[in-house]
């Protein structure tokens, strides 16, 4: 299961790589004068609708202990437009999607009522609460996540978050591609 986990998250990988770099080249090529029609926004959206089986992920998740099925992939991403896998291990994953501004705002709001002391860790738990999908039961459960290991809280805040693009100006720029 590692060997066969790590090479389809290594071809999916590849595989969003290559569908990065042409939409660079397509935008390229939109700013040069003879540009072809650009693709149907709809075909494009059913092209990412068959990304989760053509690369092997769905059937990756499914076969994870308790592991989301593909039914559960799509309809989250219908639900919540961008989901995203995070693999720490072959054997564990998350998917989360990013935080909204209406959520900050609300976050934001609460957290005025949170002791000075706490409010570090409140602001941890409810971005949690709000973005991370699967599996939410083990890493919101108190109990449970005591038997996490010691940063996993801490890092998948921080992924959200830098998913969410609270991230320094410089590395956005690092992400900058010049027109």
Known sequence: MSSVATRLAKEAAQKRQLEEDEKVEAAQAALEPAVEPAEDADASDDADD????EDGLGELLAALPNGPTTDQVEAWRKTYNSVYALSLRDDDWYIWRYLKLGEWKNIQSLAGTVTPDLVEEFYKAQVLKYCLIWPREKVLDPVKAQELPANLLNLLYEVVMSGSYFM?????????IRL
């Open 168 to 176: 320094p100006a410089e590395q956005a720029l690092r992400q900058t």
């Open 50 to 53: 068959q990304d989760l089986d």
